[in-house]
């Protein structure tokens, strides 16, 4: 299938308080975001015409930027309403929904302080890549080659952009080697997360995710939690070490991308997803749809995992 470019599109991107056709919707090379990677995002997606989690995403992008030292010129209920706005603009109900704030081109130095902050949303279709075969027996992940920095060395609750150069070089290299996506450890050898989606493994019925404290704590993440918890499933958030990965049967990754997507191989590690994993696939997938859940088994899945 051949790719389409993302700056030779048709449709409309909200820039800065106003909407402009999408091939115009450019930035000057000398801005400080190019250079210094001062830039955060969101990565959210509209379901049956709203936008799940909306207020979650945006209050992050706020803080996001706020760990970046810069202020969105716009409010909350600005935000979610340009979100909303740029979905409807372009004629979706189910959409990736991508609002990125960056420093302009004010100054080109570390110093930073008089840059102009930028703010734009663009909205795409997402691509149903229908396998059900894949999603059946898990993607297959292999160790990253970078760790996730410790807090103390980088703003890791932020959703930068500068956060994601360790991610592309470890997943491209998975994707070189045959695999889905990239395990990352933290510093401290602990099991952090994969390129783009947090981690969850099952072992006797109860589920273990790595303490969110240390590389972005997912709205997904979050959202699985309570819906284990509701369904009276025992979550622990502990450090997990890699030795112990033998002793899962079940691992999972989730994200607004990849929602809930089954995991069979992590390395020479096997796991086979079964009835916990599937069972909160298909509650999520209706939770983000407002449908019951009993219709979920029908929708499409998505193996893509990305941030
Ligand atoms: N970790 C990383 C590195 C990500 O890029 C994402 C996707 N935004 C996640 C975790 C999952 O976050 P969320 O559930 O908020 O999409």
Same mark, same amino acid.
């Given at each position: 299938m051949a790719l389409v470019p993302f700056d030779d599109r048709d449709g409309w991107i909200w820039l800065d308080g106003a909407f402009v056709p999408w091939r115009d919707a450019k930035i000057h090379i000398l801005s400080h975001a190019v250079h210094y990677g001062s830039a955060v995002f969101e990565g959210e997606r509209m379901y049956n015409g709203r936008i799940f989690a909306l207020e979650e995403h945006t209050e992050r992008l706020i803080n996001s930027a706020a760990l970046l030292d810069f202020t969105i010129p716009f409010d909350g209920d600005a935000i979610n309403a340009a979100s909303i706005a740029t979905c409807v603009k372009n004629g979706f109900t189910d959409c990736y929904v991508r609002p990125i704030a960056w420093r302009g081109a004010e100054q080109l130095s570390?110093? $930073?302080?008089?840059t102009k902050i930028h703010l734009a949303i663009a909205v795409w279709d997402w691509p149903k890549y229908f396998d059900e075969e894949k999603f059946a027996r898990g993607i297959r992940l292999c160790w990253a080659k970078y760790r996730r920095p410790p807090a103390n060395s980088a703003p890791t609750a932020a959703k930068a952009v500068g956060l994601y150069m360790i991610c592309t070089v470890s997943k491209n290299a998975a994707e070189r080697d045959g695999y889905e996506d990239a395990l990352m450890l933290d510093t401290e050898g602990n099991i952090a997360e994969t390129t783009g989606a947090n981690i969850f493994f099952i072992r006797d019925g109860v589920l273990h995710t790595p303490i969110a404290d240390r590389f972005l704590d997912g709205i997904t993440r979050r959202t699985i939690i309570a819906m284990a918890r509701a369904r009276g499933l025992e979550v622990i958030d502990r450090r997990i070490s890699? #030795? *112990? #990965?033998?002793?899962?049967?079940e691992c999972f990754v989730v994200g607004t991308a990849a929602e809930v997507t089954p995991v069979g191989e992590i390395a020479e590690h096997r796991f086979t997803p079964g009835p916990i994993t599937f069972g909160l696939a298909d509650g999520y997938a209706a939770l983000v749809r407002g *449908?019951?859940? $009993?219709? $979920?088994?029908?929708t499409i899945r998505t193996v893509t995992v990305s941030a």
């Open positions: 570390v110093s $930073a302080r008089e890699p #030795l *112990e #990965l033998d002793t899962f049967s *449908e019951p859940p $009993a219709k $979920a088994h029908q």
